[in-house]
Every structure is written in structure tokens, then in C-alpha cells.
């Protein structure tokens, strides 16, 4: 019987480096191939961007995929890429929105481009360097489970994923820990073994969002008014795109005392400033929702949840309404609860699903 082929998704570091020689050693015919998603065509500004989107992830991930022995290549998704994450970066921007625009690479381009050429190529998964771990529950349905060591976990950036994309996926690390992936790496004479994770956002290396929209659309986000919860003018501010909820450094403002950004208001082009404790909600709406381990949330549900990446997974009541949407009300006020960013439900270990969250929802006993 032929083996199983994988198309392992390397981006030049060492989690999916470890992730495709772990696949080799389990018996399956792996390819290598890292997604070219840089969007200049000069080599030294794409090599200025560094991450997984600079030629040396290239240059790296080759040099691992030559010393494991398996063949690979570069696939161009660079079309894909800019029309579904860094289109979709900006417009959340200009709506006074905070988007994660790596959730929306994993879903879109991490699986549903990369998957779909996988097969093309007669492949049966799809593999990534995440730390989570799929799992086949006995309601038939397919789920994302907390990767083994809680540090590392990645669910949160995952929720997205359907149901196809789950059944075609493999996640070999999700059962180590980083410093075991780095041995491993280290044994096996893997140049990237003491490699740095990327942090930044890969296609705004410098961390100035609003710099990047004002130079991608070729127009400057327009100046405004810092305004208090009554509209009493406070300052001005630089445009919306350098603002984000709780956001307290960069204002600016000589208030004799820390204050925050406690909303943004696209429509009027004002950025709203208050106190920490304005901060503190209980509830949300959150659009754009993908179920699970669940195949349903019609019913109030008892789940605990994240409303960004680091995140400390809080107890709630989550249901979805009629409309489509997801009504999460925590049992405590959870700090800065921001439009654009995701909210991700948690049934124990597992992924039950997840949505954009919105904005702020009344505090609705029966969750309706």
C-alpha cells in the first residue's frame, strides 16, 4: 500500500521544519513547500521583510527539506494573499476596527489555497508547524485540541477552520514542546534549530499599521478629534488606523493621569478616550462564525473563551442567535473587548468555534 502524501507547509522555521522530518519518520510521503505571499518583486525589500515572507525562509526552509530528503518547492499565492488578508487588514483599519490578519492568512490561504493545490497534486493532507493537535470526536465531527503544553498553544489563531479543512490536515508538533522541537531540530543537524519565531504582522515588519495603509492605498488616513464619553474635545489624533482599544501609550494627551482608548468612532472620525474601568464588558456580538466540536449553539452553552491571542480563557454563556451570530456573555468583565478582533470558545481542551466579534452586547440573562 503507497503511503500517505503530506505537503507540508515550511516557512523556514524550525516548528514546521520538526513537523515535516516528524511526518518523514511516521511513513509519509512529504513535500515541502513554502507559499510565496511577498508582494514586491525586488529582492532586497522582500528580503527587508524578513518572518516567513523574506527569501531567507526560502533559503532556510530548502536547506532543511534538502538535509531531511524530500522534495520541494515554492508556490505562488501572492494574488490570494493580498486580496484576502492585507485587503482585508486595511478596510478592517479604515472601519476603526483591530483585525488579526494571521487568522485570517490560516484560514484562507494556509488551507483553503494550499489545500486545494495539495489535492490538486494527489496529496491527502495538508501539514503545518502549529502547536494544536486535531482530533476525530465521536459525534462524527473534527476538532482543533489544545496542543499538549498550554505555553505554546495556537488554537486560538485556528478556530476558523471547516470541517474538509480539519480532515485534511496534520499537526505533529502540537504534542511537543518548544524546547523539544528545538532538540529535535538540534539532533537531526537542522540549520534553524536555534532560529527566532517571527512576531510582527510579516507584511508590516516595522509595526506601523497606519504608515503601511496610508502607503498602500495611496492615501492619508484623515486627522480627528480625541473626544471624552460626552464629546468634549481632549486632543486630536493622527488618524484611526493608529488606534486600538485599551490602548493607553502614543496618545499623547496631558490628562495629569493614564487614560485609554475606550471606542473608535469611524463614522465621525473621533477616537473615544476614558478611564481604565470603561474598559471592563461582559458581553459581545461576534459575526463571521464557525462551529467546531459543535455542530450547533442554538441552546445557551456553558464554554469558557478568548478574546485575543494571549488571552486568558474566561468562563461564559455562548449562544447563537436566529441571525447567525454568537452572544457571548462572560461570567466577569473581561478588559477591552475589541471589534475586529476574534473570540474563541473553548469546551474543556477543544476548539467548539468562534466568530468576529462585533461589538458590545447588553447583558442578557437568557442569552437571547
Not at 522530518?21 to 528580503?47: A, C, N
Not at 475606550?262 to 462551529?291: H, M
Request: glycine content about 10%; proline content about 4%; hydrophobic content about 40%.
Amino acid at each position: 500500500m503507497a503511503s500517505k502524501k503530506v505537503v507540508v507547509g515550511m516557512s523556514g522555521g524550525v516548528d514546521s521544519s520538526v513537523a515535516a522530518w516528524l511526518l518523514k519518520q511516521q511513513g509519509y510521503d512529504v513535500i515541502g513547500v513554502t507559499m510565496q505571499i511577498w508582494q514586491e518583486e525586488e529582492d532586497e525589500i522582500v528580503e527587508e521583510n524578513g518572518g516567513c515572507c523574506g527569501l531567507s525562509a526560502v533559503d532556510d526552509a530548502r536547506r532543511v527539506a534538502e538535509r531531511i530528503g524530500i522534495p520541494y518547492y515554492v508556490m505562488n499565492f501572492r494574488e490570494v494573499f493580498r486580496e484576502k488578508v492585507i485587503d482585508n487588514f486595511v478596510s478592517e483599519y479604515e472601519k476603526g476596527r483591530t483585525p488579526n490578519p494571521c487568522i485570517v492568512c490560516n484560514r484562507y490561504v494556509k488551507w483553503e489555497a494550499l489545500l486545494e493545490k495539495a489535492l490538486a497534486l494527489g496529496a491527502d493532507y495538508i501539514a503545518t508547524g502549529h502547536y494544536a493537535r486535531i482530533v476525530h470526536l465521536p459525534n462524527g465531527r473534527y476538532a482543533i485540541e489544545k496542543a499538549a503544553f498550554d505555553r505554546k498553544d495556537q488554537t486560538y489563531a485556528l478556530y476558523n477552520l471547516n470541517q474538509h479543512q480539519l480532515a485534511h490536515t496534520l499537526m505533529p508538533v502540537g504534542a511537543y514542546d518548544k524546547s523539544e522541537v528545538r532538540r529535535i531540530a538540534g539532533e537531526i543537524g537542522l540549520s534553524v534549530a536555534n532560529k527566532m519565531d517571527s512576531q510582527d504582522i510579516c507584511f508590516v515588519s516595522d509595526g506601523n499599521y497606519q504608515a503601511f495603509i496610508e502607503d498602500y492605498t495611496g492615501k492619508k488616513l484623515p486627522e480627528g478629534d480625541f473626544v471624552d464619553k460626552n464629546g468634549k474635545v481632549l486632543g486630536h489624533h493622527r488618524g484611526i488606523g493608529a488606534y486600538t482599544i485599551g490602548q493607553r501609550k502614543g496618545l499623547n494627551l496631558a490628562m495629569g493621569h493614564p487614560v485609554f482608548v475606550t471606542g473608535i468612532n469611524p463614522e465621525e472620525n473621533k477616537i473615544i478616550i476614558g478611564e481604565n474601568d470603561e474598559l471592563f464588558q461582559r458581553a459581545l456580538y461576534a459575526s463571521n462564525v464557525n462551529l467546531m466540536s459543535r455542530a450547533s449553539l442554538d441552546e445557551p452553552v456553558r464554554l469558557t473563551a478568548k478574546i485575543r491571542y494571549a488571552h486568558k480563557a474566561a468562563p461564559c454563556i455562548a449562544r447563537q442567535l436566529p441571525d447567525g451570530r454568537l452572544y457571548v456573555c462572560f461570567d466577569e468583565p473581561q478588559r477591552a473587548i475589541t471589534p475586529g478582533q476574534a473570540v474563541v470558545l473553548y469546551d474543556g481542551d477543544l476548539v467548539a468555534g468562534g466568530g468576529i466579534i462585533e461589538k458590545i452586547a447588553p447583558e442578557l440573562d437568557d442569552a437571547s
